[in-house]
């Protein structure tokens, strides 16, 4: 398997660590809306994202990051795509996760106990630079994504956030470029930290200047360049 999506971990390790981490652990096949990892959970283990069962679109598998805050609010940190790991912060801090793992859609998940991990990228200093540069990569998109809250309204942010995920993840359809990930109005919501209803008006506005085009949890970015100017010119 050599065609993982550009950006995420499996992409950047080579060939040979990639085919070496794929020994480790036979791969599990799971459906849609299944909690991978629960916030304040106690195990010890990094996953690897990887393709669904056969006939399933392995395009779409993906997972999103959540967390509950003390207000109770829940907010979404990021998706992960295959390619992708999750749980890879637990091996750097002594405390439980900070949040919820839950695929979007079926896929397979091969689960590595700390040790096991550890040992593999002492044996391939690749992927220490590979894990070291992702966990940088998030790092800084979480810090733009949050100074972003205080900055801009809600129809940047969700501009924003849509541009963003669809040159991470999309792919070219007759219309535009699908998002490549299958979200809610809520989902978008969380990532944003808006209301569903305010993102509902910006999804129609969108929609009605001919920037995307959208139905049940699909969005078909048609202008990416006119919808990165309603954050731009924010």
């Given amino acids: 398997m050599t065609d993982w999506p550009a950006g ?3 992409s950047r390790i080579g060939a040979r660590a990639a085919e070496r981490l794929l020994s480790l652990a036979p791969p599990q096949y799971l459906p849609a809306n299944r909690v991978l990892i629960s916030q304040g959970d106690a195990g010890e ?3 690897l994202l990887g393709p669904p069962p056969e006939g399933e679109n392995e395009e779409s598998a993906c997972v999103k990051v959540t967390s509950v805050l003390r207000n109770g609010t829940e907010a979404m940190f990021g998706i992960r795509l295959r390619g992708d790991l999750v749980g890879e912060l ?3 801090r002594d405390t439980p996760p ?4 839950t695929s979007c859609s079926p896929l397979s998940v ?6 096991v991990f550890e040992s593999f990228l002492e044996e391939h200093p690749e992927a220490w630079r590979a894990l070291v540069r992702m966990m940088a990569e998030r790092l800084e998109w979480a810090d733009r994504h949050r100074a972003e809250f205080f900055g801009y309204e809600v129809e ?9 995920l669809a040159e991470r993840h999309g792919t070219p359809t007759s219309q535009g470029v699908a998002l490549g990930v299958r979200l809610s109005h809520t989902d978008l919501g969380k990532l944003i930290g808006a209301r569903t209803d305010a993102v509902g008006n910006a999804i129609r506005r969108f929609r009605s200047e001919g920037l995307l085009e959208s139905g049940y949890r699909h969005v078909v970015i048609v202008d990416m360049e ?7 010119n924010a």
């Fill in 156 to 164: 940047a942010r969700l501009a924003r956030v849509l541009v963003d």
């Fill in 8 to 10: 995420t971990f499996m």
């Fill in 110 to 115: 091969r689960a590595f106990p700390h040790a």
């Fill in 226 to 232: 006119r919808l990165n100017g309603v954050y731009e």
């Fill in 90 to 92: 637990s091996m750097f």
């Fill in 98 to 101: 900070i949040a919820t793992v």
């Fill in 45 to 47: 283990q990094v996953m």
